[in-house]
């Protein structure tokens, strides 16, 4: 295997690890609409994504930059045609933090109303618009022989595309529903579950036409491995969570994200974005990777600093492992 193989699927692995982290908290970002019935129980919610939510983060900054390094054109390519929905992604990204850190600085109940809407919409954007984006890569893009993108923003709203929006804001909202009922304790606890159930089945629905579509249009035999990966273990998520198993409804949740998303990038390979105007103006590995010697020096650093992140970042769970309740929530002091 060449290098700019071994660095496409650390690339897919560091996207995986996003998606599997920050959807749980994309979810519950949502719902703080959907489930959340008081200021306590928001706090809640905010509560059990406030020691993580920075660093699930990390995993897009890394992946962002890991593309800059070893795909260069893949990135000018990427960031250039898809530039006003990355930019609204950033915005909302931004926006969201905020809203972490300044939600609890005034007592106004207005002021905190308005950070928890900011909240709500900049979860929901995102968790859709990662979906529209990762479905034109898979599907193909209109690049010139240049790999330049000539195609418009509305090309990039094409059916296959909404769609994937779709399934990855359903994904990440039953995700981050599980998840509420693993960390949680009480009446929240229980309408988490009863609402995963919901949102579960109409994900299980929208991925289901996804993921046969992609396996229709591009599939091969490893990417209908991961397809039924991912139905079978979203279908035992469901049943899990029914079961009152909320370790192992989380956990099945997100061998979904991952099977899923690994599933899209073997159907991407050895492209890294396809033209739809000409096969040959497509990206692929080969041609949108740098130097050997380039990679070589990226992976001896990736070797040495990929253990210390997983290790610092296991352990921040670790602490921060217990469920909490509304009982947990004390009053604020200003």
Known sequence: MELHDVWFVLIAVLWTGYFFLEGFDFGVGVLTRLL?????????????IGPVWDGNEVWLLTAGGATFAAFPEWYATLFSGFYLPLLA????LIVRGVAFEYRAKRPEENWQRNWETAIFW??????????VAFGNIVRGVRLDADFEYVGTVWDLLNPYALLGGLVTLTLFTFHGTVFTALKTVGDIRERARKLALKVGLVAAVLALVFLLWTQVESGD??????????????VAALGANQAGREGWAFTLSGVTIVAAVAMLFLTLFPNVMPSTLDPEWSLTVTNASSSPYTLKIMTWLAVIATPLVLLYQGWTYWVFRKRIGTQHIADPVH
């Open 89 to 92: 992604i950033l915005i909302c």
């Open 36 to 48: 959340a019935r008081n200021r306590a129980e928001k706090r809640v919610l905010i509560n059990t």
């Open 221 to 234: 035999g490893a990417s209908l491995a991961a397809f039924g990966v991912a139905i079978a273990s979203l």
């Open 122 to 131: 900049t979860s929901l954007l995102p968790a859709f618009l990662w979906g």
